[in-house]
């Protein structure tokens, strides 16, 4: 979490214009402040604002600066809340920083430069970090020394990007579990991602773990942890990584909705499944957060019932604190849109690295992301950049992988899967105008619950999860014949309650499930297909759906959800695309 930018130009003309640029691209890390600091004619000059980043920008308006090196940072709040004292960059006397990641041995740090007498003006951990490299350049450092002696004493995780008064163009970074890129093109810039300075370079190189660089106006070397040269492969910037903007829709998030069709269509061709993927797979371990994790509890249904193979599904989060045990024949699934998720890479690790017999495969939107470069074996998810904090096509797109590994030896459900970006095309315009109506009947709710069996179920918690994240309702998913031990106590004539109800394996009891919460409470709604829809008389509010295979049908309820969350968070005029205390990308634990 936290975006980072740097920009080394020859020119004074625009370079706090480009910092601001790549800012924007990276706001769906965070966006509780903004700031920048330029260095100019060896003067280091800052702006910083809490909120948005045009709010930085009109403060940038009403008293502009300048300089041939910038940084910038868009914050996720950790230490400290998102004053304008605590937004970055931080900056002492000779030096400007920006971090994004958490220092864990800051406290120790503060406390032994306070004794040697500086002072502090924020809550932050990376002030610490800015004022030991002050604290070393005052005993006769040099800005270099300087920089890897306090790389030699952070403990945490670290994406740090510095200037120094006295060293002109260049910017310092270093790395420790959070990204940085480092791009060469019409101007050297570093960020925290490649779609952020894709504008400005053709060509990226990724830092890893341990390594730092120094980037010039022309060019950058690399060092590893012992401060050693070393040499670092370029990879082309790719069409991929262009963000091409709202276009005609009013937030990312509808339009990414919008994007699920193709989406699926070219997760479908750029994928082919190994035919050996699955051989001596005697179990598979999938690990995820978030949306992310939903996917990966629906392709649980899909690995045990179809391929046999039991699956289990983790919290990557929790996974790896309980030390659990990994079997010999297992295969690892870590599902992750940005690549990077802290929980999802080091759960992915400890798997590795209890077992090194399992194989690991990674299943990543992002190319080159920091997981994808982790794993034995990627397949990468083509829905695009995603740019909406809520997850939509990313997860869709998961899903047809999934889909993909699940069905790879049954022709019939594969050939469904290839029509379903039809389907998909077919929902979305069939079902606007109830959803909206819907919405407007919801969107005043204290509470909603959704309701769903089997893999329907991951989808009632991602409905509810995306209702809660960009509307503010309070929203839970339970498992349909789970409601009957304690959720039911909740359901009254206020409490809307959403049915996920295809006519599949688990029909019967989802109808019975829906009819104990109709006996208890009158705002039932039910998502169904025409079977449905004649069973439930017009006491039931219903919104039917084309009638779909089975094994499709959580790729085709999950896009009534995702409406009726951003309708529901249009209705309530909310930042749809920049939900309060969320960022889309997060690398903190
Ligand atoms: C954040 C995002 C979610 C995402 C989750 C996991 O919470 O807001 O949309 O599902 O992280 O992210 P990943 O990039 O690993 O899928």
């Known amino acids: 979490m936290c975006g980072i930018i740097g920009i080394v130009s020859g020119s004074k003309e625009d370079i706090v214009s480009s910092v601001i640029e790549g800012l924007s691209k990276l706001e769906y890390r965070g966006y509780d402040s903004a700031g920048i600091a330029v260095l100019s004619d060896g003067n280091l000059q800052r702006r910083r604002a809490v909120g948005k980043l045009e709010n930085l920008e009109n403060k940038l308006e009403e008293d502009p600066i300048n300089g041939t090196v910038g940084i910038g940072h868009t914050r996720w709040a950790t230490h400290g809340k998102p004053t304008e004292e605590n937004a970055h960059p931080m900056m002492t006397k000779d030096v400007a920083l920006v971090h994004n990641g958490i220092i864990e041995n800051y406290k120790s740090l503060k406390d032994s430069l306070i004794t040697q007498g500086y002072n502090f003006t924020s809550q932050t951990d990376t002030e610490v970090v800015a004022v030991y490299m002050q604290s070393c350049i005052d005993?006769?450092?040099?800005?270099?020394?300087?920089?890897r002696q306090m790389l030699k004493v952070v403990?945490?995780?670290?994406?740090?990007?510095?200037?120094?008064?006295?060293?002109?163009?260049?910017?310092?970074?270093?790395?420790?579990?959070?990204?940085?890129?480092?791009?060469?093109?019409?101007?050297?810039?570093?960020?925290?991602?490649?779609?952020s300075i894709a504008g400005n370079c053709d060509e990226v190189v990724y830092l890893s773990d341990g390594e730092y660089a120094e980037v010039t106006e022309h060019d950058a070397i690399f060092f590893d942890e012992n401060f050693c040269e070393i040499k670092k492969e370029r990879q082309k910037v790719t069409d991929d990584l262009i963000n091409e903007g709202l276009g005609q829709y009013p937030h990312y998030m509808?339009?990414?909705?919008?994007?699920?069709?193709?989406?699926?269509?070219?997760?479908?061709?750029?994928?082919?499944?190994?035919?050996?993927?699955?051989?001596?797979?005697?179990?598979?371990?999938?690990?995820?957060?978030?949306?992310?994790?939903y996917a990966g509890m629906v392709a649980r249904y899909w690995f045990e019932k179809y391929l046999k193979i039991p699956t289990n599904v983790e919290m990557a989060s929790e996974y790896r604190y309980r030390f659990p045990v990994i079997e010999n024949g297992t295969l690892?699934?870590?599902?992750?849109?940005?690549?990077?998720?802290?929980?999802?890479?080091e759960a992915m690790e400890y798997a590795r690295s209890t077992n090194s017999n399992c194989r690991v495969l990674a299943i990543s939107n992002v190319?080159?992301?920091?997981?994808?470069?982790?794993?034995?074996?990627?397949?990468?998810?083509?829905?695009?950049?995603?740019?909406g904090v809520a997850s939509t096509k990313a997860f869709m797109a998961q899903l047809t992988v999934l889909a993909m590994i699940a069905f790879h030896d049954r022709p019939e459900v594969l050939n469904e899967l290839r029509n379903f970006p039809n389907i998909c095309d077919d929902i979305l315009s069939s079902v606007n105008d109830e959803i909206e109506n819907l919405a407007k009947n919801l969107y005043s709710a204290q509470s909603i619950i959704y309701l769903g069996r089997d893999s329907l179920y991951p989808i009632a918690l991602e409905g509810a999860l995306k209702l809660k994240e960009i509307s503010y309702i309070?929203?839970?998913?339970?498992?349909?014949?789970?409601?009957?031990h304690g959720p039911i106590a909740l359901i009254d004539d206020n409490l809307p309650v959403i049915c996920l109800c295809p006519s599949c394996d688990v029909f019967d009891k989802m109808v019975?499930?829906?009819?104990?919460?109709?006996?208890?409470?009158?705002?039932?709604?039910?998502?169904?297909?025409?079977?449905?829809?004649?069973?439930?008389?017009?006491?039931f509010k219903k919104i039917v759906l084309p009638n779909i295979c089975q094994e499709c049908v959580p790729l085709a309820y999950v896009i009534p959800m995702q409406l009726l969350a951003y309708k529901v968070a249009v209705l309530k005029g909310e930042d749809v695309d920049k939900p309060r205390n969320l960022a889309k990308s997060v690398t903190v634990e």
């Open 474 to 484: 309070h929203a839970e998913g339970f498992a349909a014949g789970e409601m009957k």
């Open 332 to 345: 690892v699934i870590g599902i992750t849109q940005s690549g990077e998720t802290i929980d999802t890479l």
């Open 139 to 147: 005993k006769g450092s040099s800005p270099r020394e300087a920089f």
């Open 367 to 387: 190319k080159n992301s920091a997981i994808a470069r982790s794993a034995d074996v990627v397949f990468y998810t083509e829905a695009g950049v995603e740019i």
């Open 512 to 539: 019975s499930n829906i009819q104990i919460a109709k006996a208890r409470g009158k705002n039932v709604i039910v998502f169904t297909d025409s079977i449905g829809n004649e069973t439930f008389g017009d006491d």
């Open 155 to 195: 403990e945490g995780t670290f994406a740090f990007v510095a200037i120094f008064k006295s060293v002109p163009n260049k910017i310092f970074c270093a790395k420790n579990k959070s990204p940085i890129v480092i791009g060469f093109g019409k101007n050297m810039c570093v960020g925290s991602d490649a779609s």
């Open 254 to 293: 509808l339009k990414e909705i919008m994007e699920q069709p193709n989406a699926v269509r070219k997760t479908i061709v750029a994928n082919e499944i190994p035919v050996d993927l699955l051989k001596n797979v005697s179990r598979i371990l999938i690990l995820a957060c978030g949306t992310s994790y």
